[in-house]
């Protein structure tokens, strides 16, 4: 079993900055691709930001140029960080784990969920 623990959500005035943290631990082999979802209010959950565990990185089109994902494979943590933040970005924010177990089977990992609000 993962276990995925996010922190850095809150509230922040349109315009501001908010960094996102979310550390994996337990039982890992190896965690393959990381990233951010979120979810607002009747909506669906959608990506945000992934990176591979070679870096290499995939944005939604509504935060590019604005968000920027990074990840420290030795420590198991990917980060996010939100500048430039617009109210439409309020959603409560979930990272996701790709995991590859010791008997090469795939796991799905998901966190508890933070909220960011960000207030017009």
């Known amino acids: 079993q993962v276990q995925l623990v996010e922190s850095g959500g809150g509230l922040v005035q349109a315009g501001g900055s908010l960094r996102l943290s979310c550390a994996a631990s337990?039982?890992?082999?190896?965690?393959?691709?990381m990233g951010w979802y979120r979810q607002a209010p009747g909506k669906q959950r959608e990506l945000v930001a992934v990176?591979?565990?070679?870096?290499?990185?995939n944005y939604s089109d509504s935060v590019k140029g604005r968000f920027t994902i990074s990840r420290d494979n030795a420590k198991n943590t990917v980060s996010l960080q939100m500048n430039s933040l617009k109210p439409e970005d309020t959603a409560v924010y979930y990272c996701?784990?790709?995991?590859?177990?010791?008997?090469?089977?795939?796991?799905?990992?998901w966190g508890q969920g933070t909220q960011v609000t960000v207030s017009s």
């Open positions: 996701n784990a790709d995991h590859l177990t010791y008997n090469n089977g795939r796991e799905d990992y």
């Open positions: 337990g039982s890992i082999f190896r965690i393959d691709v």
């Open positions: 990176i591979t565990r070679g870096g290499r990185t």
